[in-house]
T-cell receptor, first 113, second 115 residues
Framework: NAGVMQNPRHLVRRRGQEARLRCSPM?????VYWYRQLPEEGLKFMVY????????ESGMPKERFSAEFPKEGPSILRIQQVVRGDSAAYFC???????????FGPGTRLTVT | AQTVTQSQPEMSVQEAETVTLSCTYD???????LFWYKQPPSRQMILVIR??????QNATENRFSVNFQKAAKSFSLKISDSQLGDAAMYFC????????????FGQGTRLTINP
């Protein structure tokens, strides 16, 4: 049973470009969470999605960031017009239900030059 | 709002010895989960142990055990017989049972194992 998949593992973008981060949850999991980890810090919640619905986006910056989890395909975290402060590791987690354990992917390390 | 605090940025222990990592938290909710996650240099987040707040019995998982003090809002992790592979960042986290179950993480403790 494959775990949570994230790609790419490393992503380099110049300031002003767009970054797209993908997350494929574990089989049978319909709940997806995105977290951001700045250097030397803990993970910070960004957004919680179920298939085709955003449930809680209280941790998402108001501008430039968006997330989706379509009926088919992976969840996508999109960052438009990236800035140096967006450089971080972005982790996706999935769970079978809201109460179940969250399983984390390996993360995508975004570097903005 | 929930907060999680880890007051020990770094800890070290001799191989085969026991070490305890501290964690305190704050919430007005009565039902929640507490977790310890391990993040080795690969950066993969690995669940070490989980505790339901309504359970009085402390969770254990092989060499890992917790001391859960609900009234004091304290949740420490004890690692017995430390091994070189235990070297990692350790994060304490909590999640509410009701609601989105988004996890709130502490700042982390870097654990070094001395051979």
């Amino acid at each position: 049973n494959a775990g949570v998949m994230q790609n790419p593992r490393h992503l380099v973008r110049r300031r002003g470009q767009e970054a797209r981060l993908r997350c494929s949850p574990m089989k049978g999991h319909s709940h997806v969470y995105w977290y951001r980890q700045l250097p030397e810090e803990g993970l910070k919640f960004m957004v919680y999605l179920q298939k085709e619905n955003i449930i809680d986006e209280s941790g998402m910056p108001k501008e430039r960031f968006s997330a989706e989890f379509p009926k088919e395909g992976p969840s996508i975290l999109r960052i438009q017009q990236v800035v140096r402060g967006d450089s971080a590791a972005y982790f996706c987690a999935s769970s079978r239900s809201r109460e179940d354990e969250q399983y984390f992917g390996p993360g995508t390390r975004l570097t903005v030059t | 709002a929930q907060t999680v605090t880890q007051s020990q940025p770094e800890m070290s222990v001799q191989e085969a010895e026991t070490v305890t990592l501290s964690c305190t938290y704050d919430t007005s909710e009565s039902d929640y989960y507490l977790f310890w996650y391990k993040q080795p240099p690969s950066r993969q987040m690995i669940l070490v142990i989980r505790q339901e707040a309504y359970k009085q019995q402390n969770a254990t998982e092989n060499r890992f055990s917790v001391n859960f003090q609900k009234a004091a809002k304290s949740f420490s992790l004890k690692i017995s017989d430390s091994q070189l592979g235990d070297a990692a960042m350790y994060f304490c986290a909590m999640g509410l049972i009701q609601g989105a179950q988004k996890l709130v993480f502490g700042q982390g403790t870097r654990l070094t194992i001395n051979p």
